[in-house]
C-alpha cells in the first residue's frame, strides 16, 4: 500500500531535482528594497538584501531561490506585467549590468534565480505593437488580436478584461478601424500566438535570459496564451466570468484552449536543453506555471508531463480558514494529479491578499506558514510573509493598481522607520503594522514570526520527509487538519488547530503510537516535548510537526486502514 493513494514518496536515497526541493521566495522588486532614494525598489535594493533571504548562517532566511516580479522597461500601465522591451531592465530599477550582478551575486549564496515570463501579452508601447498598429498591411500585423466591430460598432465578442475596471477585453483602435484584444488594461495587448514569427521572436527572449544565467520563469497566465481561432462569443453562462473556468464541462473560449500546451512544450524543450547550476542537464532550468483556473483536473494537465515542471495551486487563495477546507483542495488537487508530477504553494502573491489579512491575523498566519512548509510540493514565500506583513491599502484616491492589488504590494518593512527600504517617500506607504511587522524588531526572537519561517525553513531543509516523502491526510476531530508525512527512517504528523481555542484533537482511521515528540511547534517551549497522541492536544491555532518514528521505515498506510477518498 502507498503512503498516499495520490502522491507516493519521492525516491528517498537521494535528492529530487533542485526546484523539487527548494523553498521560493517571491520578489516584488518595486517593494523590496530602494539603493537610490527615489521611493522605488529596484535591483541594487535587492543585491544589498540578498543576506537576508540565505547568507548560509542560521540567522537569515534560508531560502533557496528567488522570484522576482518583471523589471523590465514598462510604461507600468499594469506595475512590469505591460513590457516594452523583453531583453533589457528598466532604468527604474537599474540596467542589465545589476542584473548580471544580481545573479552572480544570488549563485554565490546558493540562491537560484527565477523571472517573469509575461508571454501573453506585451505593453502598447513595445515597438511590436507600435508596428502592428501602425497598418492593417503591416507585416507585423497578425502578431496581435485584431478584428473588425460588432455590426453595431461595438467590441467583437462579449469577452470580458480580468480586471473588472477595465470592462471588456477589447479596445477599438480608431486609425485602422479595428479593436484589439486586451484580456488585462488597454495598455497590454494580447500576442497572437498562433503568428509562427511571435513564437520565433518569444524563442529568443526565452533564450536571452536563460544565456544570462536564470535558472527558470515563472510563466505568467500560462493557460491564456491561445484564444479561440474564431474569436467565437463566450456562451451566455461563461459571458460574465473574467477569470475561471467557472461552469463544469465548459471553458471559456480565450483560455485554457488544448494548444496552449504546444507553446509550453516548446518552452520546455528549450529550458531542458540549457544545464542547471552544476552543469548537468539533469538539474536543468524550470518552469512554474501560474494557471489560476479553480478545475484541479484541467489543472493536471499543465504540469507534471512534457509541459511545465510545476505549478502554483490556487487553493489556498481562495477557501476560508477551515480545517476541512485545507484538507480538501490538497487532497483534491493531489488525486488530480497525473503521477510524478509536483504543485507549489504559495499563501499570498502580488495579486493575492497578504495571509495575515486573509485568514484573520498573526495566529492564523503563523499555523498557515507550518502548513505550507510541510506539505508536498514547492513553498513559495510572498516577500513580507516572513514577517507577517499585512494588507495595507492606501486611502482613496491614492490607489496605484488597476485591479485593487496596492495593499499587498507595500515596501518591506525592514525596521519600524521604514529607512531600512530606502531614504526617499515610497511609491507606496508601509504598513501601520510597521512597527511590530518588521525584520529588524524580529531578527533577536526565535518565536517572532520571521523566527518560526526560519526555524521551518530549516527544518525542511533537514526533512526528506518533509521535503520529498510521502502524504496521507487522516481523519480528525474539531476544525483541524492532520497529515502525515514520510520517508524512509522518518514518519511526522503534522496537526493544525484552526480554532482560538485550545483542542483535543482525536485522529481516527488510523494506528497511531501512543505519543510523540513534537519537532517544532509555532507555540513556544512546545518543541522536544513528548506528547500523547490519542487525543493530541493543541493550543489556540496551535500547528506543530510531531516525530513518530525515527529509523523505522513505517510506511503509514500499512498501519493504517485506507484514509477516505479525498473530496472532489
Ligand atoms: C498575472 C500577474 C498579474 C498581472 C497579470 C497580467 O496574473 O500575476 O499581476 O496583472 O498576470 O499580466
Redesign the pocket.
Known amino acids: 500500500m502507498t503512503t498516499h493513494p495520490q502522491i507516493p514518496p519521492q525516491d528517498t536515497d537521494g535528492p529530487g531535482p533542485w526546484w523539487r526541493e527548494a523553498v521560493l521566495y517571491q520578489i516584488y522588486p518595486r517593494s523590496f528594497a530602494d539603493s537610490n532614494g527615489d521611493g522605488i525598489g529596484d535591483l541594487r535594493g535587492i543585491i544589498s538584501r540578498l543576506d537576508h533571504l540565505r547568507d548560509g548562517t542560521p540567522s537569515s532566511l534560508g531560502v533557496d531561490a528567488l522570484w522576482l516580479?518583471p523589471f523590465y522597461p514598462s510604461p507600468q500601465a499594469?506595475?512590469g506585467?505591460?513590457i516594452s522591451d523583453y531583453q533589457d531592465v528598466d532604468p527604474v530599477y537599474g540596467t542589465l549590468a545589476d542584473f548580471d550582478e544580481l545573479v552572480v551575486e544570488a549563485h554565490r549564496r546558493g540562491l537560484r534565480v527565477v523571472v517573469d515570463l509575461?508571454m501573453?501579452?506585451t505593453s502598447t508601447e513595445h515597438p511590436w505593437f507600435t508596428e502592428s498598429r501602425s497598418s492593417r498591411a503591416n507585416p507585423k500585423r497578425n502578431w496581435y488580436i485584431w478584428a473588425d466591430p460588432a455590426p453595431d460598432g461595438g467590441p467583437p465578442n462579449n469577452w470580458l478584461s480580468?480586471?473588472e475596471k477595465c470592462g471588456p477585453a477589447w479596445t477599438l483602435d480608431p486609425a485602422t478601424g479595428q479593436y484589439y484584444l486586451h484580456?488585462?488594461t488597454p495598455g497590454?495587448p494580447d500576442l497572437n500566438w498562433r503568428e509562427p514569427a511571435v513564437r520565433e521572436a518569444m524563442r529568443k527572449v526565452w533564450r536571452f535570459w536563460l544565456d544570462r544565467g536564470v535558472d527558470g520563469f515563472r510563466a505568467?497566465?500560462a493557460h491564456r496564451l491561445l484564444k479561440d481561432e474564431r474569436l467565437r462569443d463566450n456562451p451566455p453562462e461563461l459571458a460574465p466570468a473574467r477569470r475561471h473556468v467557472s461552469v463544469p464541462g465548459m471553458r471559456q473560449r480565450q483560455l485554457d484552449l488544448p494548444e496552449v500546451h504546444d507553446v509550453l512544450r516548446e518552452l520546455r524543450e528549450v529550458l531542458d536543453s540549457y544545464p542547471g547550476l552544476d552543469g548537468s542537464l539533469a538539474e536543468g532550468r524550470f518552469v512554474l506555471g501560474?494557471v489560476?483556473i479553480s478545475d484541479d483536473s484541467r489543472l493536471a494537465d499543465y504540469f507534471g508531463g512534457e509541459g511545465m515542471h510545476t505549478v502554483f495551486h490556487i487553493a489556498f487563495w481562495e477557501q476560508p480558514w477551515e480545517g476541512a477546507a485545507f484538507r480538501r483542495t490538497v487532497d483534491g488537487l493531489l488525486a488530480a494529479m497525473r503521477p510524478g508530477s509536483w504543485p507549489t504553494y504559495a499563501l499570498a502573491?502580488?495579486?493575492i491578499s497578504r495571509t495575515v489579512s486573509r485568514f484573520g491575523g498573526w495566529g492564523p498566519a503563523r499555523a498557515a506558514a507550518v502548513i505550507m512548509l510541510t506539505l508536498p510540493g514547492t513553498p513559495c514565500v510572498y516577500y513580507g510573509e516572513e514577517i507577517g506583513m499585512a494588507d495595507a491599502p492606501p486611502p482613496a484616491g491614492l490607489e496605484r493598481d488597476v485591479?485593487g492589488?496596492d495593499g499587498q504590494r507595500t515596501p518591506m518593512q525592514w525596521d519600524a522607520s521604514g529607512k531600512g527600504f530606502g531614504t526617499g517617500t515610497p511609491w507606496l506607504a508601509p504598513g501601520p503594522d510597521a512597527g511590530r511587522a518588521n525584520v529588524e524588531a524580529q531578527r533577536d526572537d526565535s518565536e517572532s514570526m520571521l523566527g518560526l519561517y526560519r526555524r521551518l525553513i530549516r527544518y525542511r531543509g533537514g526533512s526528506a520527509a518533509l521535503r520529498r516523502g510521502g502524504y496521507r491526510s487522516l481523519d480528525s476531530s474539531g476544525d483541524s487538519y492532520v497529515y502525515l508525512r514520510q520517508a524512509a527512517g522518518e514518519l511526522l504528523l503534522v496537526a493544525v488547530n484552526f480554532r482560538h481555542v485550545p483542542a483535543q484533537v482525536e485522529i481516527t482511521g488510523v494506528d497511531l503510537p501512543a505519543a510523540g515528540r513534537i519537532e517544532l511547534s509555532t507555540h513556544a517551549g512546545r518543541a522536544g516535548a513528548t506528547v500523547p497522541l490519542g487525543p493530541l492536544a493543541l493550543g489556540p491555532l496551535e500547528a506543530v510537526v510531531v516525530r513518530l518514528a525515527d529509523g523505522v521505515p513505517t510506511d503509514p498506510g500499512a498501519t493504517a486502514a485506507p484514509s477516505k477518498g479525498p473530496a472532489a
Do not use: I
Request: glycine letters at 0%; charged letters at 30%; zero cysteines.
Open positions: 516580479s499594469d506595475f506585467y505591460d509575461v501573453n501579452h480580468a480586471f484580456s488585462f497590454q505568467d497566465v501560474e489560476p502573491t502580488h495579486d485591479d492589488r
